[in-house]
């Protein structure tokens, strides 16, 4: 074999290497990009009347403080009164419910039973879709909770 095919070669494994770890790299990034913009924001749904018993944890929304929320999405109904109750026995609940724009519309720390949990009570003034917020207070990330939703019946 000529000395010089032999450099080429050795030069072209050279390139080689460099070149096909650089582009699995670039192919994995690419995917794990794809992949992360598909976990897009998407709040669980639930209906007036319903009750869910599920749990925080990491993997939801950081609310800044150390702890983490869990969103809900209810369509609602100008001139409807709601009751919204939160109970956990793992962490400090609080309860929010949010306009399709974002502000908020009622939010509740502790029951009126002087517990940890949390009741809120709304009329709501326009018809869309609401977010109901479940979060810890404080730093405790999370546990085990049941959020029940009622509507009530006009006097």
Do not use: H, W
């Not at 494994?13 to 990009?33: E, F």
């Not at 150390?66 to 609080?94: H, K, P, T």
């Not at 949010?98 to 517990?115: C, F, I, Q, Y």
């Amino acid at each position: 074999m000529p000395k010089c095919s032999f450099i080429l070669k050795a030069s072209l494994i050279r390139v080689l290497i460099g070149i096909v770890p650089s582009t699995l790299l670039a192919l994995t990034l690419g995917m794990m990009a794809a992949a992360a913009q598909s976990r897009v924001y998407s709040p669980l749904s639930i209906q007036a009347g319903g009750q869910v018993t599920d749990k925080l944890s990491e993997t939801d929304i950081p609310t800044g403080q150390g702890g983490f929320a869990r969103d809900y999405a209810l369509r609602l109904n100008a001139g409807e009164q709601i009751a919204i109750d939160l109970n956990s026995e793992e962490f400090d609940a609080i309860v929010s419910l949010l306009a399709s724009d974002g502000s908020t519309v009622a939010e509740n720390d502790d029951g009126p039973d002087g517990s940890t949990n949390s009741l809120l009570f709304s009329r709501i003034t326009g018809t869309g879709t609401y977010v109901i917020r479940v979060r810890a207070f404080g730093d405790k990330s999370g546990g085990t909770f049941t959020l029940k939703v009622t509507r009530l019946k006009p006097f």
